[in-house]
C-alpha cells in the first residue's frame, strides 16, 4: 500500500460548490498532517497544520479519522481562485525529514 | 519577512556539464530542504539539513548528486555530468527546526538537460 493516496481528480466544480477530497494513510502513527495546495508550475503552498482531530481556517476544514486512516478536506464556498491540486502530507516524527507528498488531487472550479 | 529564495530560476545545461543550484531558507530557519519534481509527479525527497547533525543524503539519486550547507544557511545542490532524466524542477524548503515540521517552499529551480 502506498504511503499516501489520493485520487488524482481532476475535481469540476461549479463556483460556489462545496467540494471535499479524501486522502488515506498507511502508517497508523502518523501524528500530524499537512494540506498544500500547488498552482501549476508553482512551488507548493503550506495551506492547513492537522495536529489534532481537525482544524478549519475559513472556507476550508480539514477532518482527521485515525480509525480509518484517512484524513479530509472540505472546501466551501468554492472560488475560481481555488483551482489547484491539493497534497495531503502525513507526518510520522521517526521520518520528520522526509515528508511523503503524493501527485495530489487537482481541483478546477468553473464559472 | 522574505521567504525562501533559489536561484537561478531557469537554468538550460548540456548532457554532462556540472551545474549549481542555490537555496537561501528562511532567516532562522535551522531545517533545509532540497526535493526534485519531475512533470506531473510529486515531490521526491533529497537531502535534508539540520542544523550542524549530518545531512540526511538517503534521497540521493546518485553519486552524481551532492549539496553542502555553508553556515548553517545558504545551501548548494551540485548535480556532476548532468543527464537528461536529471531534467526537473529543483525545489527548497526551510523550517524553524526540531519540533516544528511546517516546511515553506521557495519558488524552485527549472533544470533543463538537452
Known amino acids: 500500500r502506498k504511503e499516501v493516496e489520493q485520487d488524482p481528480g481532476p475535481f469540476n466544480v461549479p463556483e460556489g460548490a462545496t467540494v471535499a477530497f479524501n486522502c488515506t494513510y498507511s502508517?497508523?502513527?502518523?501524528?500530524?498532517f499537512f494540506w498544500y495546495r500547488q498552482d501549476c508550475r508553482k512551488e507548493p503552498k503550506l495551506l492547513m497544520s492537522v495536529y489534532s482531530s481537525g482544524n478549519e481556517d475559513g472556507r476550508f476544514t480539514a477532518q482527521l479519522n485515525r480509525a480509518s486512516q484517512y484524513i479530509s478536506l472540505l472546501i466551501r464556498d468554492s472560488k475560481l481562485s481555488d483551482s489547484a491540486t491539493y497534497l495531503c502530507v502525513p507526518l510520522w516524527t521517526g521520518t520528520a525529514s522526509k515528508l511523503t507528498f503524493g501527485t495530489g488531487t487537482r481541483l478546477q472550479v468553473t464559472l | 519577512g522574505a521567504g525562501v529564495s533559489q536561484s537561478p530560476s531557469n537554468k538550460v545545461t548540456e548532457k554532462g556539464k556540472d551545474v549549481e543550484l542555490r537555496c537561501d531558507p528562511i532567516s532562522g530557519h535551522t531545517a533545509l530542504y532540497w526535493y526534485r519534481q519531475s512533470l506531473g509527479q510529486g515531490l521526491e525527497f533529497l537531502i535534508y539539513f539540520q542544523g550542524n547533525s549530518a545531512p540526511d543524503k538517503s534521497g540521493l539519486p546518485s553519486d552524481r548528486f551532492s549539496a553542502e550547507r555553508t553556515g548553517g544557511s545558504v545551501s548548494t545542490l551540485t548535480i556532476q555530468r548532468t543527464q537528461q532524466e536529471d531534467s526537473a524542477v529543483y525545489l527548497c524548503?526551510?523550517?524553524?527546526?526540531?519540533?516544528?515540521?511546517?516546511?515553506?517552499f521557495g519558488p524552485g529551480t527549472r533544470l533543463t538537460v538537452t
Open positions: 502508517n497508523s502513527a502518523s501524528q500530524s
Open positions: 524548503a526551510s523550517s524553524s527546526g526540531i519540533g516544528s515540521y511546517e516546511q515553506y
